[in-house]
């Protein structure tokens, strides 16, 4: 038994992740064909939207031909294109290999998501969910502090960019007819996301200055304070509506600007992280009084990492607030920040790849277990517990996939 | 604010900063001893305060059937007493399951773990109980004294008292017993401790017997003074416990009881002057002002240990 997985896995690992993707990619395309010509023998009714977890959750008797369902659409054509394109995708120079992996990620998600609505707002939520995750690690992973202030930079996010598109763009009883032309709307739309990661940054100023004095227990306090702050002041403005909401927004945040937005975020972040402030963040994390003594600007660190990554927060809250067109300041307290301690610890601890892997499967099982109302809150806190205590570092920690991983520190070559 | 408005409002700030000290004083025991976040102490707070409504009500039954007829001030206090004991069991077991396990490894992923189990206690009451509001029993006839044109109800009084009390038999007990000693050892060099043949899973389980009792007398005491009790009572006080706790100080019995006490003034006092929709607002802010020019609360230790991650 033994040897036959260690024979599997040999196989498995010396494929790269482009393969499975153009897997991943055309199994869609199968499903999006011949779907619901397997469904419906198999008593599925329709496509199962979220991998069949739904009817196998709802009623046990059809988990046998949900797996076969799955064997059927989703193993078999997989496997057998990574098998296939193994080969070439090895073949392939490597500067090529980035652009194959991000357009075969968009076509698949693409083309898997657009069987249904549902299926596209589970996708938006599981990348905004990267981005909050990645951002929250750069501060708690690679700078080691323990910041709880994720829900509250999300809110100021959120309402910035909310403000100017609804200020904009679109007819509001408090902000009057919209100043700008609609054709400005794409353009404008970056601008309002970017104005509210600034608003949001600024907002982390009020943890990074307090954190030159203070770390650990007592940060966490001050990112706690700052959360219940921001939320408290979007109560108190009646002007974005109080404690009811702020609605109207522009459903601008589709899913290739969502997709855009996350990989320019994943891809700024890691760069951050290998960077020479990001090894900086590194050093404060382990020694900070060695790390000054070793001439690392602490402060400034301290600063850039927290606006960093209370930016990339803010915008995922932006994106947040124009896929759900309606934002109240009680979706941004302790359970948003709870959510996302869940996916960065499950997933690991400084790694990008962890957090990906954290964020992906958080909100996929969040999305999957809906159907059991209330129970499904009982469900996921043991299933994180149960992930915790058997991984206590996360899934991935301290290492990266190859595709994440950025070659640093090499001298080029003397001739 | 005339006079005799000032003093009533001193009561109640007196009793709500009774009910934070209470809390606090769990989260800075197990941090003292363990150093961890006891995230789920919210909702141990929660549970104890269940826990003494189904005794009460229990009792009352006992008690009106006729079978042994007890006077209210005993109910009460066996009310109290069944609370602290169930919500102990409860204590010991989140530690057993949540911290345990965890000892070794990166604090915060106990913290994770803590919160998962707090939102499970808080979604299985949810799920088991029902969402309505439950009332707690009235035990005792609230009288109302008026000392010169103030007028103190006998509950807080009562709150007040009892919360002093169990305070300072808490201080006796860490330090004139020995296991308090082992306690204050274990705050004092966790790695050492264990090496001199202290047994580290008994002091960590008498840590949260002692922590989830003053939490059940808060809970009971909370529940007297509000009789409505819910299942998301526990996650609101306990954050704000918690940031009490660290506002005194970490790991510090008189720390958590000063800032318990200190950020129920500031509650009450703020919601007094300005509208009361302002009140976490500008509460929280004092907070992060004393933190942002006070950086290890008011009576913490500087300290160089590293997270543990």
Redesign the interface.
């Known amino acids: 038994m033994r040897s036959f997985i260690q024979e599997i896995r040999s196989r498995v690992t010396g494929i790269p992740i482009q393969a499975w993707v153009l897997g991943f990619l055309v199994a869609a395309a199968i499903e999006r064909l011949v779907g619901d010509t397997i469904a419906v023998p198999l008593g599925l009714g329709t496509v199962p939207r979220l991998f069949g977890v739904r009817h196998m959750v709802k009623s046990p008797l059809l988990i046998p031909n949900t797996i076969v369902y799955l064997l059927v659409i989703y193993f078999v054509p997989i496997s057998v294109m990574a098998w296939l394109t193994r080969p070439l995708i090895k073949r392939l120079p490597s500067r090529l290999s980035m652009p194959l992996l991000l357009v075969a990620l968009y076509g698949a998600i693409h083309v898997w998501g657009g069987l249904d609505e549902y299926r596209i707002l589970v996708l938006q939520f599981i990348f905004i969910s990267i981005l909050l995750t990645v951002s929250l690690n750069l501060v ?1 992973g690679y700078m ?3 910041s709880c202030a994720s829900g509250g930079f999300m809110a100021v996010g959120a309402y910035v960019a909310s403000v100017l598109t609804v200020w904009g763009f679109v007819h509001d009883d408090v902000f009057g007819p919209p100043v700008l032309p609609p054709a400005l709307g794409p353009f404008a739309f970056p601008i309002a996301l970017i104005v509210g990661g600034l608003g949001s940054a600024l907002a982390a100023l ?1 943890v990074a ?2 954190s030159f ?6 940060l ?3 990112s ?3 959360t ?2 921001v ?3 979007f ?2 403005l009646e002007v974005i509506g109080g404690p009811r909401g702020f609605m109207n927004q522009p459903r601008w945040a589709s899913l290739p600007v969502v997709f855009v937005w996350t990989l320019v975020g994943v891809w700024m972040m890691r760069n951050y992280v290998s960077s020479i402030l990001g090894k900086g963040a590194t050093g404060i ?3 900070e ?1 060695a790390a000054e003594v070793m001439t690392v600007n602490t402060r400034r660190i301290k600063v850039v990492t927290f606006m960093l990554s209370a930016f990339w927060t803010g915008i995922a809250g932006g994106l947040f607030a124009h896929v759900m067109g309606y934002i109240n300041p009680a979706t941004f307290g ?1 359970m948003k920040t ?1 959510e996302c ?2 996916m960065l ?2 997933g690991g ?1 400084n790694s990008i790849t962890g957090s990906i892997v954290g964020a992906v499967f958080y909100q996929f099982m969040a999305e999957a277990l809906r159907p059991l109302g ?2 499904k ?2 469900t ?3 299933i ?2 149960a992930f ?2 058997r991984r ?3 899934l991935i920690s301290f290492r990266e996939f190859g595709f994440l991983r950025k070659e640093v520190g090499r001298a080029p070559a003397s001739d | 604010m005339t006079l005799t408005g000032f003093f009533r409002y001193f009561a109640s700030a007196l009793q709500w900063g009774s009910f934070y000290a209470l809390i606090a004083i769990g989260y800075s025991m197990v941090y003292g001893v363990l150093m961890l976040y006891n995230f789920a102490h919210g909702d141990i707070f929660m549970a104890g305060s269940y826990i003494g409504l189904f005794l009460c009500g229990a009792l009352l039954a006992i008690s009106a059937g006729g079978l042994i007829s007890m006077p209210a001030w005993l109910i009460l206090i066996l009310t109290i007493v069944g609370a602290m004991i169930g919500t102990s069991i409860v204590g010991v077991l989140v530690e057993r399951l949540a911290y345990k396990p965890l000892r070794n490894a990166p604090r915060a992923s106990a913290a994770v773990t803590g919160m998962m189990l707090g939102l499970l206690m808080e979604t299985a009451n949810l799920w088991g109980l029902g969402a309505e509001r439950r009332n707690f029993p009235s035990l005792i006839e609230t009288t109302v004294y008026n000392i010169g044109g103030v007028s103190i109800t006998n509950t807080k009084i009562m709150v007040v008292g009892v919360a002093l009390a169990v305070m300072y038999i808490l201080h006796l007990f860490v330090h004139r017993t020995k296991v308090g000693l082992a306690m204050r050892g274990c705050a004092y060099d966790f790695p050492i401790v264990p090496l001199m043949g202290v047994p580290m899973d008994f002091i960590a389980s008498a840590t949260f017997v002692l922590g989830s009792s003053a939490a059940a007398i808060a809970g009971v005491l909370f529940c007297i003074s509000y009789p409505v009790l819910e299942p998301y009572m526990g996650m609101l006080i306990g954050w704000k416990a918690f940031i009490a706790a660290i506002l005194g100080g970490r790991g510090s019995i008189i720390g958590a009881v000063f800032g318990g006490y200190l950020l129920g003034f500031i509650e009450i006092f703020v919601a007094a002057i300005f509208p009361s929709t302002l009140r976490d607002l500008i509460a929280y802010s004092i907070a992060l002002l004393i933190l942002t020019f006070r950086p290890l609360g008011f009576f913490g230790e500087p300290y160089s240990a590293q997270l543990r991650l």
């Open positions: 708690n080691g502090e323990f009020l200055i307090p004095r203070t770390r650990g227990d007592y966490a306090v001050i706690l304070a700052v219940f702050i939320k408290s002041t109560e108190n994390r382990d020694d009084t302790i709870a301690f869940a610890y499950m601890l209330i129970v809150w009982m996921i806190p043991v994180v517990f915790m205590l206590p570092w996360g």
